[in-house]
């Protein structure tokens, strides 16, 4: 069964610092993964997705994600925090022959102005 | 174009009341999925609808939960004799097909408390 895990629950950095947020999966082969926002009230918004090739993908707002075979990661970053980067983040794998994403519990950015 | 939209945004409800919960997915899409969302499990996979095909309903928590979907489009979620358990927000997600490579869209949830 697929799995992710994200360890961390809340993160808080500083307008304009970098960002790194982790994320860890488990599944037999190559899967297809995903990082979600979730602004408070919102449903989730695709930032950027991993499905073959290049294994550094760009997404939107700026944001970029590595994929790690070696080390099951697809870790979220950002070279510079905008305030309204505050939100919730959502790394999900689904399988190539799976339709259902499972996700990870989430993790909670807050930006100190 | 219009994305997802999900009915009500919000719901309050007494324990042991019948709730149903309406997704309308992006015009064109024959993939509906449902999530819940919630505090302590976070977000999970409960049902999948593709084309006229039988749904996926492994992810339902019990029988009190059933889904259908009309015509392919609308979809509704119905949760019978509702318990505080039940309390979360419910998202409904759609794509234009079911295969993995497909984005699924996201709607606004509907926020489901059980008093």
């Known amino acids: 069964a697929q799995s992710v895990t994200q360890p961390d629950i809340h993160i808080t950095v500083s307008e304009g610092a970098s960002l790194e947020l982790r994320c860890n999966y488990s599944y037999g082969a190559t899967p297809y993964l995903f990082w979600y926002v979730q602004s408070p009230g919102q449903g989730l918004q695709l930032l950027l997705k991993y499905f073959s090739g290049d294994t550094l993908v760009q997404g939107i707002k700026g944001f970029e994600a590595e994929f790690k075979r070696s080390q099951s990661s697809f870790n979220l970053r950002k070279p510079s925090v905008h305030w309204s980067d505050a939100a919730e983040y959502f790394c999900a794998v689904r399988g190539a022959g799976s339709y259902q994403l499972t996700f990870g519990k989430g993790t909670k950015l807050s930006v100190i102005p | 174009g219009a994305g997802v939209s999900q009915s009500p945004s919000n719901k309050v409800t007494e324990k042991g009341k019948d709730v149903e919960l309406r997704c309308d997915p992006i015009s064109g899409h024959t993939a509906l999925y449902w999530y819940r969302q919630s505090l302590g499990q976070g977000l999970e996979f409960l049902i999948y609808?593709?084309?006229?095909?039988?749904?996926?309903k492994s992810g339902l928590p019990s029988d009190r939960f059933s889904a259908e979907r009309t015509g392919g489009s609308v979809s509704t979620l119905t949760i019978q004799r509702t318990q505080q358990e039940d309390s979360a927000v419910y998202l409904c997600?759609?794509?234009?097909?079911?295969?993995?490579?497909?984005?699924?869209?996201f709607g606004p949830g509907t926020r489901l408390t059980v008093l």
């Open positions: 997600a759609s794509s234009l097909y079911g295969s993995a490579n497909n984005e699924q869209f």
């Open positions: 609808f593709q084309g006229n095909s039988a749904p996926d």
